[in-house]
């Protein structure tokens, strides 16, 4: 085979940016702009450039107009095409207008952000977890409806299916009380049914939480700014911390036929530095 039929395809996955205006703090203590103007600059940065990047959820922090200004410019520099979805901080209608280019935001007929793409040799199906002013997520009969006769449609492909809400229970006690309350388990049946879903991809907690769902693997990622504190209590403290971002690089190989999942920390660090000289290791 030739180097070109051998070419892997990447998806990076960004999540809970939860972009403020111009110089406002979210919770009053961060901005969250420097932190994804770095998400994107590592984005940019990576040996291989992505074929697409999905963002899934929280784009902003309230759905305001000037919020989703505010990312466009900051998203602005990735080179690369770029999947919007909400979360249950984002306004569906708000999101629609303040990205009129992004035409796959208004293909659903029933009024909820789901698309299908193409990235590479992935496809990338998007479920709308949000219940319009409601913390947790839910997935209805029409959702999971559109997602089955997707998943007909495209039995021969690879397939990774982004969604806001995880639909798993993730053991943070205050998370899961607005986690998906509605649908998990007719979710986890139907991906049960095609063995061609390589990922289900999750915001929302602002970790990294992997877990086996479905026949296939289900998995949050850390955020861009603030990360949910790991107490696993059932009773914990709803609360964040700056824990260093980081951000999933989701890769199809081509040779393996199997999707493989890197954890890639987001800034700049000293390095890369040799293992070996002239063969042999470093003493």
């Known amino acids: 085979m030739t180097t070109q039929a051998l070419r892997n395809t990447i998806l990076v996955q960004l999540t809970d940016l939860h972009i403020r205006e111009p110089g406002r703090l979210a919770y009053g203590r961060i901005d969250t702009a420097p932190y994804l103007e770095r998400a994107v600059q590592s984005v940019l940065a990576l040996r291989q450039q992505p074929d697409a990047v999905v963002v899934t959820g929280d784009l902003t922090d309230f759905g305001r107009a000037a919020e989703y200004e505010h990312l466009a410019r900051l998203l602005a520099p990735l080179t690369m095409p770029v999947y919007l979805m909400p979360g249950n901080h984002d306004d569906r209608d708000q999101l629609r207008r303040s990205f009129p280019g992004h035409a796959h935001l208004g293909t659903n007929s029933d009024g909820f952000v789901q698309y299908s793409v193409r990235v590479g040799d992935l496809r990338l199906l998007t479920l709308d977890t949000c219940v319009p002013g409601a913390s947790h997520g839910s997935l209805c009969e029409k959702r999971l409806g559109w997602l089955e006769a997707q998943l007909d449609a495209c039995r021969d492909e690879p397939v990774v299916i982004a969604m806001h809400h995880p639909p798993f229970e993730t053991l943070i006690g205050h998370m899961d009380e607005i986690g998906l309350l509605e649908g998990a388990d007719a979710l986890e049946a139907l991906v049960s049914r095609y063995p061609n879903v390589e990922r289900i991809i999750c915001g929302h ?31 914990a403290d709803s609360a964040w911390t700056l824990e260093p971002p980081s951000f999933r690089v989701h890769a199809w190989s081509a040779r393996g036929r199997r999707l493989v999942t890197h954890l890639a920390a987001s800034g700049s660090f000293e390095g890369p530095y040799p293992f070996h000289d002239n063969g042999a290791l470093i003493d």
């Open 205 to 235: 907690l602002h970790r990294a939480i992997d877990v086996r769902f479905g026949g296939t693997i289900a998995s949050t990622s850390p955020a861009q700014a603030h990360q949910v504190c790991l107490d696993l209590a059932p009773d």
